[in-house]
């Protein structure tokens, strides 16, 4: 097959206006624009009257409006879907929710949620798990939907960091440009796709616990519900925001990351609150350079501020104040 063929296959033309086209693509402006086939080219968008009667359009841009009109079809038939479904659901009964039953279940949807996704994937990360610490990955399709540009965004509890298996999973997770905070404890296990469905991880069953980190250990017994869009739903919104302000950021790509001897001079001043001013005049730098070595240790720690910056060194034992 040639390229234009492989062009034109697109618009799904019949034997006819395929030549007709070939003859205008090869010819030029053509008498003609009244007939069946010609008004057929037009319709497609591959045509266009002309003073001499009939002449073929930009390709590409013919191109690039099917696939324009295409992806408003499918988006008013996802639309259209999912009204029905939520619409299906209300007559049973069942208002915006939908349970799913058993781990592997609970997993193939999340993947086909995360697969789903336009530009967010929020969860708040805890157990219990859906089999032991040591079984736990990363999601098998969260390379691939975070090639196509969805942003990832976790809160974890502060004990799964004790999980060296945990923390192996974070950084591949972070290495796939994942953001990640950290709270010391948090009320539920759920996922959020684009603020209009989330997927709650039912709490009310047996578990088992590895490292301080509950896991299921009756996988087919467990339940999960789909949260569509609802007052329900808002509230989740509302309740991840909140906890990720106050979440700490994380940062685990270096777990042996530790201030150089100039570094911990810089921190005790920082420590001790003077200002960038001076600071400089303490080191005999410019401020800039002193804003400067902030900026580059904030990167390090994966931090974003002095306060978060002074809470990851304290926590990691890295300067003694009293030295």
């Known amino acids: 097959m040639d390229e234009l063929a492989q062009v034109l296959e697109v618009f799904e033309l019949d034997e006819a206006q395929t ?26 968008g ?17 191109i690039e409006l ?26 049973a009964g069942a208002g915006s929710f939908e349970v799913v039953h058993g781990r592997e279940a609970a997993s193939l949807t999340f993947n086909r949620l995360q697969l789903e996704a336009r530009s967010l994937v929020r969860s708040f990360d805890r157990g219990p798990y859906f089999g032991p610490i040591s079984q736990v990955t990363l999601s098998p399709v969260q390379e691939q939907v975070s090639a196509r540009g969805v942003t990832y965004q976790t809160i974890i509890e502060q004990r799964s960091l004790e999980s060296s298996d945990l ?3 974070i950084r591949e997770g972070l290495a796939l440009g994942e953001q990640l905070r950290v709270v010391s404890v948090l009320p539920m ?3 959020i796709v684009d603020d209009r469905i989330g997927l709650l991880v039912l709490p009310k069953l047996p ?49 042996e990351v530790e201030p150089d001897v100039d570094d911990r001079s810089f921190l005790r001043l ?10 400089a005049h303490e080191l005999e730098v ?17 931090v974003s501020s002095r306060f978060q910056l002074g809470v990851q060194v304290a926590r990691r034992g890295l300067l003694d104040l009293h030295d």
Not at 20 to 33: D, F
Not at 52 to 58: K, L, N, V
Not at 213 to 224: G, I, Q, R, S, T
């Open 167 to 169: 923390r192996n999973m």
């Open 286 to 302: 410019s401020p800039r350079t002193v804003q400067r070595r902030l900026n580059q240790l904030c990167h390090r720690f994966g």
């Open 46 to 62: 591959l045509a266009e009257p002309h003073s001499a009667g009939i002449a073929t359009t930009s390709l590409r841009l013919a």
């Open 19 to 44: 030549a007709r086209y070939r003859e205008l693509h090869s010819s030029g402006p053509l008498p003609g624009g009244d007939s069946e086939v010609d008004r057929a080219l037009i319709s497609a």
């Open 66 to 91: 099917r696939a324009a009109s295409a992806r408003d079809r499918f988006d008013s038939a996802r639309e259209a879907a999912s009204e029905l479904h939520t619409e299906m659901y209300r007559r």
């Open 189 to 191: 296990r759920i996922s």
């Open 207 to 255: 578990v088992e616990a590895s490292v301080g980190v509950p896991h299921f250990n009756n996988p087919d017994a467990l339940k999960a519900m789909l949260v569509y869009e609802s007052t329900f739903l808002d509230g989740l919104i509302s309740m991840f925001t909140s906890y990720w302000d106050l979440g700490l950021p994380a940062h685990f790509t270096d777990p």
């Open 270 to 279: 920082l420590a001790s609150g003077l200002t960038d001013s001076a600071i």
